[in-house]
């Protein structure tokens, strides 16, 4: 069974920062793209940034300049460094990343974190 173990959320003002951090363990023969969803209260889970396993970067309108992910693929973990957060970026965040696993047969699934909540105070 593949876990990905998110950390790094919590309260912070406005105009501050927080990074993120999303650690994938078990049988993983591969990962490909890794990324990050937020989902806001009473608003649909939609994508901010994603990677590819070569390092290849997209984001969101809303987070261009201030948001940068990357990835570390010794220890299956990818990163999202978040500055000058606004209120309007408060919202549980969610990791996500597709993964080769071994299980007598490589299996590709698609893999979701269990989400960090960010706050963030005007």
């Known amino acids: 069974q593949v876990q990905l173990v998110e950390s790094g959320g919590g309260l912070v003002q406005a105009g501050g920062s927080l990074r993120l951090s999303c650690a994938a363990s078990g049988s993983i023969f591969s990962i490909n793209a890794m990324a990050w969803y937020r989902q806001a209260p009473g608003k649909q889970r939609e994508l901010v940034a994603s990677?590819?396993?070569?390092?290849?970067?997209k984001y969101a309108d809303s987070v261009k300049g201030r948001f940068t992910i990357s990835r570390d693929n010794a220890r299956n973990t990818v990163y999202l460094q978040m500055n000058s957060l606004k209120p309007e970026d408060t919202a549980v965040y969610y990791c996500?990343?597709?993964?080769?696993?071994?299980?007598?047969?490589?299996?590709?699934?698609?893999?979701w974190g269990q989400g960090t909540l960010v706050t963030v105070s005007s």
């Open positions: 996500n990343a597709g993964v080769v696993v071994v299980a007598g047969l490589y299996t590709y699934s698609e893999v």
């Open positions: 990677i590819t396993s070569v390092g290849s970067t």
